[in-house]
Structure formats: structure tokens, C-alpha cells
């Protein structure tokens, strides 16, 4: 019997100068951000004066690297020296008697520095997708059954810790409850005990088609910021093909996990539609994301480690994705050749670029500055955590009208909207009008040279050669050009799957 000491989750984003003293509690789970534009200020080794930066500390303590991750902060007593060390290229210095201090951990180590155990830091939104086909049967369906059961116990389900849903494939796929239908135990076994068999195809493919396109969506209960986690159960093999599916849901940032029990018998694969069926599947084609179970009277066995497998945060890879990962800035030509009219078409081709992002304090973020021989900060990428506010905030943008100089744009951009970012990718789209009377090409390198990926949209008179000079690498890939305001409507899609195909990658 293990005893398991579980910290409530409590993920607390912080920014690379908090200091330990900052932080109202002990042992909370922080989220630090890309510290590596910072100098931060680090007084001691192992144990840190609290006047220490927390990120800056972790850093140095070898938990992260520069650009960011979480750490759990201990409280500890004052102390009378702290020693000064160079470690993982951050200086730390010393300090003759402090009044309070923190130690650092990596966010598992209450299970002696190996991956958790199973516990209510395990807050997934998880489907269960099951195998209802004719081709596992009624006996082994009720072993599945049995087997879910037992998952979902050890799982810990619960209003605040993990929630679990359920669909079965068979021919169509067929929701039988939402994740927040039963949050107590209870109520989740009785539900699963409950759940009837129905014969049929295997539409493995159809079933997380559904489970992701209709199961995590607000309405349906989905967490948001919570890791989506699909589980699918398969028997066999599946009737129809994966991989569209496995696209879409890698996309929209599920985790898929492909249990396979008793797989294919040699003499069966001829009649197996694809015999990479679970690679195709699975979120990531590593030996993470795949299970295999020989039969289903022996996958008591299998419950812990799935679980553990299951529950294990850092291996989530595809709970990152480019519409919640991404940095983007906005830089908008306000030159007076534009008009107001054809300026208001421009908020618009940036909202709709927008309103694919999923925007939202732990998610995308969006900033905006405009442009003439001026440049004004119209929103910073920390000021709309919300997709409606930034919308909005775009769509409230008034028009300056002047002169055209992209390259001081480009250069105030860089200072001012990437001095501080949020986690994942950051990318600049720059919508102009005309020629710039600055050079474009000096500054755009160096926002390129500080891991921005450049994207100019160009109309009616903008040059092309500038365009170009401004795009990131591959230029055709990152250049786009309309005639006239009104084909801007028309490129938004693409601009989107530019971003995307940047993200996935360098990902
Ligand atoms: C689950 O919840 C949804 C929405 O809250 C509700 O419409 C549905 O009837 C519930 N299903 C079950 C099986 O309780």
C-alpha cells in the first residue's frame, strides 16, 4: 500500500521577477514563462533567500531551462548565510542573513523524482471511447466493461479532479454520457455498469471523429485549460480508417491513447484494413500514447500503469497546439492612403485571423500596434485574455493616417509588444498598403534573429520586394497579396495554416 501525499493543483502563473516572498502560499505549483530576455536577481544554492527571483532560482537549480516550466516552491525558515554558485548559466550571489527562504522542486517530486502516482493532480477531461463492435462480443464487452471500471477508480474521479466521458463505436458512434454528467465516483461506476452493448462495425476512426469534434467543448463540459485525454479501446482492429480523425483531434490538442487488446493474430492481418492503425492514431507515434493488453481476462495488471501513463503531465505532448500556443502580434499600416474604409476592412482580415486563436490567458495572445511615421501601442499581448475582448479591441482600433514607415513599425513592435511574451511561438503579421520610406529589411532580420516569425500581408500598391524582405523563411510560404481590401477576407485561412505549419514544425 502507497501512501500518497497530493498537493491540490494549483497552477500559478508568475513572471520572471516574482520573488519567493511574493507568493502567498506554500507549496504552490508555478508557471514560469520564457525568463531568457531577464536578468534576474538569485541570492543563494539549494536554499534561496526569498528575495530571490523564483524563476531565476529554478533556472539555476537545473529544473527548467530558459524558456520556462513549472516548479513547486517550498517555504522555508531564514537563514544566517547564503552561498553564491554559477550553475546552469545563471550567477547566483551570496547573502549574509535573510529573513525567510524557499527550496525548490520539480512538480513530482513528492513521488521521489519519478512520474506520479495516481492522485487528484490528475485534472484531464478524458473520453473513454470503447469498442461496441460485433467483433468483440457480448462476454468481452463486459470485460471491458469491468475494465474501466476499475480505470476510473483508480483514476480518482471527482468535481475537481479528473472527469471522465464515454463514447461507444460501433457502427456510429454513440455518446453515452458527458464529462461532467457523473463526477462522483458512485454515480461513474454505476453509469458505466449501465452502459449496453451494441454490435456492429468498428468505425474506430468515426467514433474520434465525434469524440473530438462534439466532446470537449464548453457546452459539453469541457475544462478549459484542462488536458484533453482520449482513450480508445480497441478489440481487433477498426472497419474504417484513422487518420483523418487522429489529424483532427492532434489539432484540436487531444492526447489520444490507443489500448489495444488482443491484437491481430497473424493469419488475421490480411483482412486488417491498416496495419498501422495505432500508430496512425495516437497523438504521438512514440511508445508513450500506445498500450497493448494480450486478452482481456488478464488487464487487471494494466490498470495502474495505464493510469500512471495516463496521468503523467509532462508526457501530454499534444495538449499544446498552434491556436493555443502562439504569440501573435499585429502590425498595422494607418497611412492616409489607406481610408478609413478600407483601414476598418484591415481589423477585420485581423480579426478573423483572430478568432481562430483560442485566446485566453493560458492560452494564445494577441497584440496590436499601428503604424504611420508613428507608432502607437493600440493593446499589449497580456491586456485581452479574451477572445471577444480582443476582438473587440481590434475593431475599436481608430485610424491615424499618415506617413509609412514599416521599419521603425517593425523595430517599436519588437520592443514594445515581444518585450515580454507568454509561452509557445511568437509570430508578427504585418499588413501594409504601399512602400515604406525606411529600409524594412534590418529590422525584420532582427526580430526574425529573436524567434519571431514574420508574415506581411501586402495590398493594393505594397510592394512585393518589400513584402518579401520583411517575410520570414521561406519567403512564398510567409507572403501574401491582394489587389484590393476586399480579397483580405480570402487570405485569412491561409495566413491561419501558415501559423500552424510554422508551429508543427519547429514543434
Ligand atoms: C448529461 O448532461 C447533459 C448536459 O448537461 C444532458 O443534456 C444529458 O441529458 C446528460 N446525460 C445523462 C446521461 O445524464
Same mark, same amino acid.
Request: hydrophobic residues 40%.
Given at each position: 500500500?502507497?501512501?500518497?501525499?497530493?498537493?491540490?493543483?494549483?497552477?500559478?502563473?508568475?513572471?520572471?521577477?516574482?520573488?519567493?516572498?511574493?507568493?502567498?502560499e506554500d507549496g504552490p505549483l508555478v508557471l514560469c514563462p520564457?525568463?531568457?530576455?531577464?536578468?534576474?536577481?538569485?541570492?543563494?544554492?539549494?536554499?534561496? +533567500?526569498?528575495?530571490?527571483? /523564483?524563476?531565476?532560482?529554478?533556472? @539555476?537549480? %537545473?529544473?527548467?531551462?530558459? &524558456? =520556462?516550466?513549472?516548479?513547486?516552491?517550498?517555504?522555508?525558515?531564514?537563514?544566517?548565510?547564503?552561498?553564491?554558485?554559477?550553475?546552469?548559466?545563471?550567477?547566483?550571489?551570496?547573502?549574509?542573513?535573510?529573513?525567510?527562504?524557499?527550496?525548490?522542486?520539480?512538480?513530482?517530486?513528492?513521488?521521489?523524482?519519478?512520474?506520479?502516482?495516481?492522485?487528484?493532480?490528475?485534472?484531464?477531461?478524458?473520453?473513454?471511447?470503447?469498442?461496441?463492435?460485433?467483433?468483440?462480443?457480448?462476454?468481452?464487452?463486459n470485460l471491458q466493461k469491468n475494465f474501466i471500471t476499475k480505470? +476510473?477508480?483508480?483514476?480518482? /474521479?471527482?468535481?475537481?479532479?479528473? @472527469?471522465? %466521458?464515454?463514447?461507444?463505436? &460501433? =457502427?456510429?458512434?454513440?455518446?453515452?454520457?458527458?464529462?461532467?454528467?457523473?463526477?462522483?465516483?458512485?454515480?461513474?461506476?454505476?453509469?458505466?455498469?449501465?452502459?449496453?452493448?451494441?454490435?456492429?462495425?468498428?468505425?474506430?476512426?468515426?467514433?474520434?471523429?465525434?469524440?473530438?469534434?462534439?466532446?470537449?467543448?464548453?457546452?459539453?463540459?469541457?475544462?478549459?485549460?484542462?488536458?484533453?485525454?482520449?482513450?480508445?479501446?480497441?478489440?481487433?482492429?477498426?472497419?474504417?480508417?484513422?487518420?483523418?480523425?487522429?489529424?483532427?483531434?492532434?489539432?484540436?490538442?487531444?492526447?489520444?491513447?490507443?489500448?489495444?487488446?488482443?491484437?491481430?493474430?497473424?493469419?488475421?492481418?490480411?483482412?486488417?484494413?491498416?496495419?498501422?492503425?495505432?500508430?496512425?492514431?495516437?497523438?504521438?507515434?512514440?511508445?508513450?500514447?500506445?498500450?497493448?493488453?494480450?486478452?482481456?481476462?488478464?488487464?487487471?495488471?494494466?490498470?495502474?500503469?495505464?493510469?500512471?501513463?495516463?496521468?503523467?503531465?509532462?508526457?501530454?505532448?499534444?495538449?499544446?497546439?498552434?491556436?493555443?500556443?502562439?504569440?501573435?502580434?499585429?502590425?498595422?499600416?494607418?497611412?492616409?492612403?489607406?481610408?478609413?474604409?478600407?483601414?476598418?476592412?484591415?481589423?477585420?482580415?485581423?480579426?478573423?485571423?483572430?478568432?481562430?486563436?483560442?485566446?485566453?490567458?493560458?492560452?494564445?495572445?494577441?497584440?496590436?500596434?499601428?503604424f504611420t511615421y508613428d507608432q502607437r501601442l493600440e493593446f499589449?499581448?497580456?491586456?485581452?485574455?479574451?477572445?471577444?475582448?480582443?476582438?473587440?479591441?481590434?475593431?475599436?482600433?481608430?485610424?491615424?493616417?499618415?506617413?509609412?514607415?514599416?521599419?521603425?513599425?517593425?523595430?517599436?513592435?519588437?520592443?514594445?509588444?515581444?518585450?515580454?511574451?507568454?509561452?509557445?511561438?511568437?509570430?508578427?503579421?504585418?499588413?501594409?498598403?504601399?512602400?515604406?520610406?525606411?529600409?524594412?529589411?534590418?529590422?525584420?532580420?532582427?526580430?526574425?534573429?529573436?524567434?519571431?516569425?514574420?508574415?506581411?500581408?501586402?495590398?493594393?500598391?505594397?510592394?512585393?520586394?518589400?513584402?518579401?524582405?520583411?517575410?520570414?523563411?521561406?519567403?512564398?510560404?510567409?507572403?501574401?497579396?491582394?489587389?484590393?481590401?476586399?480579397?483580405?477576407?480570402?487570405?485569412?485561412?491561409?495566413?491561419?495554416?501558415?501559423?500552424?505549419?510554422?508551429?508543427?514544425?519547429?514543434?
Open positions: 500500500v502507497y501512501l500518497i501525499f497530493c498537493l491540490p493543483f494549483l497552477l500559478l502563473p508568475v513572471t520572471c521577477m516574482t520573488r519567493g516572498a511574493d507568493l502567498a520564457d525568463c531568457s530576455q531577464y536578468r534576474m536577481s538569485v541570492f543563494g544554492t539549494g536554499v534561496y +533567500a526569498s528575495v530571490s527571483s /523564483v524563476c531565476g532560482a529554478a533556472i @539555476h537549480r %537545473g529544473i527548467f531551462g530558459r &524558456s =520556462g516550466g513549472t516548479v513547486r516552491v517550498h517555504k522555508l525558515k531564514g537563514r544566517h548565510s547564503y552561498m553564491s554558485s554559477y550553475a546552469h548559466g545563471v550567477q547566483s550571489q551570496a547573502l549574509s542573513h535573510w529573513t525567510s527562504s524557499f527550496s525548490l522542486s520539480s512538480r513530482w517530486s513528492h513521488w521521489g523524482g519519478t512520474k506520479p502516482n495516481v492522485c487528484s493532480d490528475c485534472q484531464l477531461d478524458i473520453a473513454m471511447v470503447i469498442d461496441s463492435s460485433n467483433n468483440i462480443g457480448r462476454r468481452r464487452f480505470l +476510473a477508480a483508480m483514476l480518482k /474521479v471527482g468535481p475537481t479532479g479528473p @472527469h471522465v %466521458g464515454l463514447v461507444q463505436a &460501433s =457502427g456510429s458512434p454513440q455518446t453515452e454520457f458527458l464529462l461532467t454528467n457523473y463526477t462522483q465516483p458512485k454515480e461513474l461506476l454505476f453509469a458505466i455498469k449501465e452502459v449496453a452493448y451494441l454490435g456492429g462495425d468498428t468505425n474506430t476512426g468515426k467514433a474520434i471523429m465525434h469524440t473530438a469534434e462534439t466532446f470537449y467543448t464548453q457546452e459539453n463540459g469541457g475544462r478549459r485549460g484542462h488536458p484533453r485525454v482520449m482513450v480508445v479501446l480497441i478489440d481487433g482492429w477498426p472497419s474504417d480508417d484513422l487518420e483523418q480523425a487522429a489529424m483532427l483531434a492532434r489539432e484540436s490538442g487531444i492526447n489520444v491513447f490507443m489500448v489495444s487488446v488482443a491484437k491481430p493474430a497473424p493469419e488475421e492481418l490480411g483482412m486488417v484494413r491498416d496495419k498501422d492503425f495505432v500508430q496512425k492514431a495516437v497523438c504521438k507515434d512514440n511508445a508513450h500514447f500506445s498500450y497493448s493488453i494480450p486478452s482481456w481476462f488478464s488487464t487487471t495488471k494494466h490498470v495502474k500503469p495505464l493510469t500512471q501513463r495516463l496521468c503523467s503531465l509532462d508526457g501530454l505532448l499534444c495538449s499544446k497546439t498552434c491556436y493555443n500556443s502562439v504569440n501573435i502580434g499585429f502590425l498595422i499600416d494607418g497611412s492616409s492612403s489607406i481610408g478609413d474604409s478600407n483601414f476598418r476592412m484591415m481589423l477585420d482580415f485581423l480579426a478573423g485571423i483572430a478568432r481562430s486563436f483560442d485566446i485566453s490567458d493560458i492560452g494564445a495572445r494577441i497584440g496590436a500596434v499601428q499589449g499581448l497580456f491586456d485581452h485574455p479574451r477572445k471577444e475582448d480582443t476582438i473587440n479591441a481590434l475593431r475599436r482600433i481608430s485610424y491615424m493616417s499618415g506617413g509609412t514607415a514599416t521599419g521603425a513599425g517593425i523595430t517599436y513592435a519588437i520592443q514594445n509588444l515581444f518585450r515580454r511574451t507568454g509561452p509557445g511561438r511568437n509570430f508578427l503579421i504585418i499588413i501594409t498598403d504601399g512602400q515604406s520610406y525606411d529600409d524594412v529589411q534590418l529590422p525584420a532580420l532582427e526580430g526574425q534573429k529573436k524567434g519571431i516569425t514574420i508574415f506581411s500581408v501586402g495590398v493594393a500598391w505594397a510592394p512585393l520586394e518589400d513584402l518579401k524582405a520583411m517575410a520570414s523563411e521561406p519567403k512564398e510560404g510567409h507572403t501574401f497579396f491582394t489587389r484590393d481590401f476586399i480579397g483580405l477576407a480570402e487570405i485569412v485561412p491561409a495566413v491561419v495554416r501558415g501559423i500552424c505549419r510554422d508551429f508543427n514544425d519547429k514543434n
